[in-house]
T-cell receptor, first 115, second 107 residues
Framework: DGGITQSPKYLFRKEGQNVTLSCEQNLNHDAMYWYRQDPGQGLRLIYYSQIVNDFQKGDIAEGYSVSREKKESFPLTVTSAQKNPTAFYLC??????????????FGQGTRLTVV | RKEVEQDPGPFNVPEGATVAFNCTYSNSASQSFFWYRQDCRKEPKLLMSVYSSGNEDGRFTAQLNRASQYISLLIRDSKLSDSATYLCVVNDYKLSFGAGTTVTVRA
């Protein structure tokens, strides 16, 4: 089945440590996005990539980094510079539909906790 | 002003009731609109797109009011399984998400 796979599902990070969240898709979508979700808030855009080897900062990129070396993969690194990284992270691929709309497909998310 | 704003609820309704809620957006140039459903600790899933003429999918009806810049979702004959958070999503050059409206349907 086509879809987006995020791993791990749960991740614990120590203070000052960098961690990388994996996102893989086999939908052949060009555009991939990383969102962060905190309780009581909407999804906030961290980074996005419209095409391989290119990516753009979203609204809250500070303390994060990404790469897009392959179409299928868009890993997110949460660096030690991110002061409040505990959150639910969602990876999505976004594609235009035949009706001219846009639809987002999400991975199952990674719940990151700082210990 | 936030790009997308929703009444957080919660809306607590009995089975069989009708529940409706709105979402306002700030960018008048926004082109497309969606409702996503998110269950607790899960990823959002597309419920329905919202078209200018309004659209209906079973018990769910979505409306778009461009003049007042809001979209609405109405759920008829509520089921226990409708309990979830409903996210309003607006597409300008990127997808902008509201914080969600929580609906709880009780037996």
């Amino acid at each position: 089945d086509g879809g987006i796979t995020q791993s791990p599902k749960y991740l614990f990070r120590k203070e000052g440590q960098n961690v990388t969240l994996s996102c893989e898709q086999n939908l052949n979508h060009d555009a991939m996005y990383w969102y962060r979700q905190d309780p009581g808030q909407g999804l906030r855009l961290i980074y996005y990539s419209q095409i391989v080897n290119d990516f753009q900062k979203g609204d809250i990129a500070e303390g994060y980094s990404v790469s897009r070396e392959k179409k299928e993969s868009f890993p997110l690194t949460v660096t030690s510079a991110q002061k409040n990284p505990t959150a639910f992270y969602l990876c999505a691929s976004i594609v235009g539909t035949s009706k001219g709309n846009t639809e987002a497909f999400f991975g199952q998310g990674t719940r990151l906790t700082v210990v | 002003r936030k790009e997308v704003e929703q009444d957080p609820g919660p809306f607590n309704v009995p089975e069989g009731a009708t529940v409706a809620f709105n979402c306002t957006y700030s960018n008048s140039a926004s082109q497309s609109f969606f409702w996503y459903r998110q269950d607790c600790r899960k990823e959002p899933k597309l419920l329905m797109s919202v078209y200018s003429s309004g659209n209906e999918d079973g018990r769910f009806t979505a409306q778009l009011n461009r003049a007042s810049q809001y979209i609405s979702l109405l759920i008829r004959d509520s089921k226990l399984s409708d309990s979830a958070t409903y996210l309003c999503v607006v597409n300008d050059y990127k997808l902008s998400f509201g914080a969600g409206t929580t609906v709880t349907v009780r037996a």
